[in-house]
């Protein structure tokens, strides 16, 4: 095991504290998730100054994205308590999940920091909304993970990510006395192992993103991220 790194930051929200598992590779691959098949697959081609590599994807029929109000990590009184439904709980989840396992962690600055500024500008627009809208945007709010110290990832068409595994801590109701928004709170762990090009000797990058997600709707009824509590720990393996 080689050098540790932690970055953390928290943007609008409380802490709070749900159990599933993905695995994504460079072609598809298939695991069980409590006793169902769950998929990932590879998604759009992207080409940057480094190389082409492929974009994970969840699958759409993914039973990991399905919400279950009698699951042990999901606290249906808080979240009636603060006006939510089972349904939108659901679409919070959906969307929670959905970014914690793709744009979270596979993004165009993962391990091209010069990208950082736009990719953060995109992320937000996807998926942000809100009055933290600027905060989110900003480089240095850690939505996304970086890789710290500049290694290059595998760029030999297929993912850059050869695991990765989400696990659902919480889904919660809580209303902020800052702002008076009630808000539903996702929380979770997303375990990666990033592929590194040869240059780094074939080397294995592992990272353990811890996240709450501050989730509302927009005006369109997508839910969104408004806040963000997240702490990556990067170890370098041989």
């Not at 932690?6 to 695995?23: H, M």
């Amino acid at each position: 095991m080689g050098n540790n790194y932690r970055n953390s930051i928290t943007i609008g929200v409380l802490s709070i504290v749900v159990s599933a598992s993905l695995i994504g590779c460079s072609s598809p691959q298939t695991t069980l998730m409590n006793g169902e098949s769950i998929t990932v697959v590879q998604g759009e081609q992207v080409t940057d100054s480094l190389g082409t590599y492929s974009k994970i994807k969840l699958d759409p029929s993914n039973p990991f994205l399905k919400f279950d109000k009698t699951a042990s990590f999901v606290d249906m009184a808080s979240l009636e308590s603060n006006g939510f439904t089972e349904a939108d709980a659901a679409a919070a989840q959906k969307a929670a999940v959905t970014f914690a396992s793709t744009d979270m962690i596979d993004n165009a600055a993962v391990d091209l920091p010069a990208n950082s500024a736009e990719t953060f500008a995109n992320i937000v627009g996807t998926y942000g909304t809100g009055q933290y809208l600027s905060d989110l945007s900003n480089p240095n709010s850690k939505l996304i993970y970086i890789q710290p110290d500049g290694i290059t990832f595998a760029r030999d068409g297929g993912t850059r990510i050869s695991s990765v595994t989400t696990r659902i801590d919480e889904v919660a109701g809580a209303t902020f006395k800052k702002d008076g928004l009630a808000s539903i709170m996702v929380s979770g762990v997303t375990l990666v192992d990033y592929r590194m090009a040869p240059s780094n000797d074939n080397k294995i990058a592992q990272v353990e993103a811890g996240w709450t997600l501050r989730m509302n709707p927009d005006g369109n009824g997508n839910w969104k991220i408004v806040g963000c509590n997240s702490d990556y720990i990067t170890t370098l393996l041989k």
